[in-house]
């Protein structure tokens, strides 16, 4: 089984994520996001395995966010995506994706759905 996960070492969830799939012996495939980011496209695709749109998968609560102010409601999925791809700390983390399905580990016990 090949798991990749969309991963914040600073981030106490995405750890646990980690953990929770080290403990069952799968040794996921660690993308580090932060350092990593992913381009629009590889957002669309998480979009689409995730079965949401871009404003679901957005951090509100960065400094980032309300700096580029996309609490404006008027804003299309195009640019949602683009600041994703620009700022990549506004993407919500850990993300587990598995094969043509993908989860978001919150709670971090959601990643092992894939298994």
């Known amino acids: 089984m090949s798991i990749t996960l969309y991963h914040n070492p600073d981030c106490s969830k995405s750890r646990t994520a980690l953990?929770?799939?080290?403990?069952?012996?799968?040794?996921?495939?660690?993308?580090?996001?932060?350092?990593?980011?992913?381009?629009?496209?590889?957002?669309?695709?998480?979009?689409?395995?995730?079965?949401?749109?871009a404003r679901s998968l957005i951090r509100t609560g960065e400094v980032e966010y309300q700096h580029a102010k996309l609490a404006n409601p008027t804003l299309q999925e195009n640019e949602l995506v683009d600041a994703?791809?620009?700022?990549?700390?506004?993407?919500?983390?850990?993300?587990?994706?598995?094969?043509?399905?993908?989860?978001?580990?919150?709670?971090?016990?959601?990643?092992?759905?894939?298994?």
């Not at 993308?31 to 995730?50: A, M």
Request: proline letters at 10%; a positive charge; hydrophobic letters at 45%.
């Open 84 to 115: 994703m791809a620009t700022m990549p700390k506004l993407i919500e983390r850990p993300i587990a994706i598995c094969g043509h399905r993908a989860v978001i580990g919150r709670p971090p016990e959601t990643v092992l759905g894939l298994l």
């Open 19 to 53: 953990n929770l799939l080290q403990q069952r012996g799968i040794v996921p495939k660690v993308r580090l996001y932060l350092d990593d980011p992913p381009t629009v496209d590889e957002i669309k695709q998480l979009l689409g395995l995730l079965k949401m749109g």
